[in-house]
């Protein structure tokens, strides 16, 4: 049986995702977001970065498989108009003309090719600490005290997704006969 979790973070809202994941010692980790996909040459190098980065416990490591790709042959099974549509979101905020695989968002401030854990490290370390009101996550409910909320209106969305290792053996496109091991998949937004 497949474990799940699932966790609120806001759209553009970083600093309500992290805070949503705080635990009751109010610790918010960084949040690395991972857009990819398994029709992308460049993609595996990425999805192994964010493996290992996802086994850190200051990072919340989310991977959304985006669906620009899927022309090229290979259809990737998590791939949905949702998560490629929230990558698009962030274009404007971190003046980015357009889309691209591998990225990682780090913290919905910065940016960088997945491929690069050097950088993403960097990127990692430099961000910076997150705030909002406390957050205490329950087995079925999540209760939000008293603090300042974001100066800006806020999404909250429930992301489930799948911290588990799943290998994804590809028969089309570019990846062609090899098996992509991915980690905390989102499935739903």
């Not at 600093?15 to 857009?35: D, G, H, I």
């Not at 460049?42 to 493996?51: E, H, K, R, V």
């Not at 980015?96 to 401030?109: E, F, I, L």
Request: charged share 15%.
């Amino acid at each position: 049986m497949t474990r799940s979790k699932a966790i609120f973070i806001g759209t553009m809202a970083a600093s309500a995702m992290a805070a949503a994941f705080a635990s009751a010692a109010e610790r918010s980790p960084t949040v690395v977001e991972l857009f990819t996909s398994q029709g992308c040459s460049s993609c595996p190098p990425a999805n192994a970065n964010l493996i290992k980065l996802s086994k850190r416990d200051d990072v919340l490591a989310l991977s959304f498989a985006v669906t620009y790709w899927d022309y090229l042959g290979w259809k990737d099974i998590f791939g949905k108009p949702e998560f490629t549509d929230r990558q698009a979101i962030y274009e404007p905020a971190l003046g980015q003309s357009g889309s691209y695989t591998p990225q990682m968002v780090v913290n919905g401030a910065t940016t960088a090719v997945g491929n690069n854990f050097r950088e993403i490290e960097q990127l990692v370390a430099g961000a910076r600490p997150l705030k909002g009101p406390p957050i205490s996550l329950g087995k079925t409910d999540v209760t939000i005290g008293a603090g300042a909320g974001p100066k800006l209106a806020a999404d909250v969305w429930l992301v489930r997704y799948d911290p588990n290792l799943v290998e994804v053996p590809v028969d089309r496109g570019e990846n062609t006969g090899a098996t992509l091991p991915h980690t905390h998949v989102v499935h739903a937004l």
